[in-house]
């Protein structure tokens, strides 16, 4: 049970370094997605879950065309893919509700901000919305 806790609190330091400078800079770090990626491979090891690579795999495929055509950003597509390795059977689609409030919200605030400020927006911090949500697959990961 401490072993889960410990796991947990290092997730939860991850995350918020990647919420961090996604809402500082814009931008979510190469690197930052390369050690959750060593964190989410180690984690399923010792735990011995499953990895759930179709769910990855379709993540990168839309993410690819989204990227593309510039609606979203390479840097959520990998963080997104990288956690979508964790995700058990039958919780993505509630993932990515919770994931389209969170995000709804965020672009509300955005939306007040530029009102407020009157200065363009520099994109949504995405990374907050899908790092926010990851914490209910955490919990089902590591706490039930």
Request: with cysteine; net charge positive.
């Given at each position: 049970?401490?072993?889960?806790?410990?796991?947990?609190?290092?997730?939860?330091?991850?995350?918020?370094?990647?919420?961090?400078?996604?809402?500082?800079?814009?931008?979510?770090?190469?690197?930052?997605?390369?050690?959750?990626?060593?964190?989410?491979?180690?984690?399923?090891?010792?735990?011995?879950?499953?990895?759930?690579?179709p769910?990855?795999?379709?993540?990168?495929?839309?993410?690819?065309?989204?990227?593309?055509?510039?609606?979203?950003?390479?840097?959520?597509?990998?963080?997104?893919?990288?956690?979508?390795?964790?995700?058990?059977?039958?919780?993505?689609?509630?993932?990515?509700?919770?994931?389209?409030?969170?995000?709804?919200g965020?672009?509300?605030?955005?939306?007040?901000?530029?009102?407020?400020?009157?200065?363009?927006?520099?994109?949504?911090?995405?990374?907050?919305a899908?790092?926010?949500?990851?914490?209910?697959?955490?919990?089902?990961?590591?706490?039930?």
């Open positions: 049970m401490w072993l889960n806790y410990g796991i947990s609190l290092v997730w939860l330091g991850i995350l918020i370094r990647v919420c961090y400078t996604d809402i500082r800079f814009r931008l979510i770090k190469n690197h930052d997605v390369f050690i959750l990626l060593i964190c989410v491979i180690s984690t399923l090891l010792i735990f011995d879950k499953p990895f759930n690579y769910y990855a795999l379709i993540t990168l495929a839309i993410g690819f065309i989204l990227v593309t055509i510039n609606i979203v950003g390479a840097g959520d597509i990998k963080l997104l893919a990288v956690l979508a390795l964790t995700f058990p059977d039958g919780i993505f689609f509630g993932y990515l509700l919770v994931m389209s409030i969170l995000g709804s965020l672009a509300i605030i955005e939306l007040i901000r530029m009102r407020l400020k009157k200065q363009p927006s520099r994109g949504l911090p995405y990374g907050v899908i790092a926010g949500s990851y914490l209910f697959v955490l919990y089902d990961l590591f706490i039930t």
